[in-house]
């Protein structure tokens, strides 16, 4: 049986990747032309995953889904924990990152490969983070979880209105797409 959650979290799961994906594909492409990357662009990007990945899905995952899971499926709690405290570190190092990326723009070049390397150690993180979601969570969940457990999880992920899964964008966040998909490579944007 297919549940909406699922679906969400795998929508956002993705959505997110090809984010990550394209910010090194933009800094490496300014650095190949021999000028700095957009600055206003991977800071749009950096809003997105602060606003919709981290305020957005992983709440819902350490306040709902990860909880039910303990109790249902006790052998993955060591996976429950680790995904927690990468949850709970998401802030700080969504700042951290956001600082090595107004350094390099501030300082210019010298602070350039802090940022590529801090970006790296970043999307490395997080993409190993779906990874274990996905591979371990999303299939005991599947496994393990009740018709009820279900009927709470998709009621509360269906409120998800990430406008990178397909959902029309509220106003205030247009423009922050609008200049995300214009300006940034591939896979997210036309630029």
């Not at 350490?62 to 709970?88: K, W």
């Not at 996905?134 to 457990?149: K, Q």
Request: proline letters at 6%.
């Amino acid at each position: 049986m297919r549940h909406l959650a699922l679906d969400v979290i795998r929508d956002e799961h993705q959505a997110l990747a090809a984010m990550l994906r394209s910010m090194p594909l933009l800094v490496d492409q300014a650095r190949r032309e021999g000028h700095a990357p957009n600055f206003d662009v991977l800071r749009a990007m950096l809003f997105y995953v602060d606003e919709f990945p981290e305020r957005l899905h992983h709440p819902k995952e350490s306040e709902l889904l990860f909880p039910v899971l303990r109790q249902r499926c006790p052998s993955i709690a060591g996976t429950l924990d680790r995904l927690d405290a990468d949850h709970a570190r998401g802030e700080a190092a969504i700042r951290e990152l956001e600082h090595q990326l107004l350094a390099y723009e501030v300082l210019g070049a010298p602070r350039r490969q802090a940022f590529v390397d801090a970006l790296q150690r970043y999307i490395d993180g997080y993409l190993a983070h779906m990874m274990a979601e996905e591979t371990e969570v999303l299939p005991a969940a599947r496994e393990h979880l009740t018709e009820a457990d279900w009927a709470t999880l998709d009621a509360a992920f269906a409120a998800n209105q990430d406008p990178l899964t397909g959902h029309q964008a509220d106003a205030v966040y247009q423009p922050l797409f609008q200049k995300i998909l214009m300006h940034a490579p591939a896979p997210i944007g036309l630029g």
